[in-house]
């Protein structure tokens, strides 16, 4: 943080968003500052003052039986360790355990993870495939929800107008006889961001032979996590089998889009997509055919 910047530590929404509305632009949210302080140091953000929002009350811990709500302070490791979120969200509660070590999951929240919009964010691509909503409040409009895929402009930008808070994620229940999973591939013993990631949710017909639904999202394989829309539609209806993977990581290829960078070059990240994909679709049929026996 700047020397000159200041910094308020506020403990209720309402008093965070009267703060936003006359600051605007000018301020920034700090949760665990994980995410503000890379924004910072990296100049994509400039501001004059820093709302410490860690301490408001309600704004954490997951709730629900249908739709289940996941307030957007919630910590990583609170996330990776939730019971409930593990057995109704596996890819979530996945995502969140794999992002950095142990001390930046403690102090890093599901929101500050999301609203950076950051290329290789590890809850994007899980809350994608969950159809997830965002919740913003502003003092001046009050309460809105988008669609995360609807919130995501591009890498480091948001629907997110400067008086508003994100405050929860909105997760509808999954469909029956279905699984989802987190796939990352990173640097062995490296505590950083996916090189490639996938989040797949798979649904099977009664007779657990075709897929009733699916839903695939994928980082680093573009300016920002995407849904293989594409690759959906081919998956939907047949059998998970060779063929219909082999087809729907081609389409997942023909969207994305790769680079080269010190942690992995382009031609790698092609060559490793495909395989992460197919090892969702192994992990999410393997778990379904488990709890149908």
Known sequence: MSADMDFLS???LAEALEKLRSYGADAVLVAGGT????QLVSGMVKAKVALHIERIDGAAGFSGNGTARLGALTTLRDIAEDADILSRFRA???AAGKCGGWQTQSIATAGGNVCTAAPTADLLPPLLVQDAEIELQSRARGGRTLGLGEFLLDAFKTARAPDEMATAFLLPAQPARSADTYVRIQRRGAMERPIIAVALRLAMDEGLKNVSEVRIAVSGAGALPFRATEAEA???GNAPGKEAIRAAADAILARSSFRTDPRASASYRKAVLP????HAVSICSDAIAANGA
């Not at 995410?35 to 890379?38: T, V």
Request: charged share 10%.
């Open 275 to 278: 395989r992460a994909f197919a």
């Open 35 to 38: 995410a503000a302080r890379y």
């Open 234 to 236: 081919l998956m939907a």
């Open 92 to 94: 979530v509660a996945m």
């Open 10 to 12: 506020l403990t209720s």
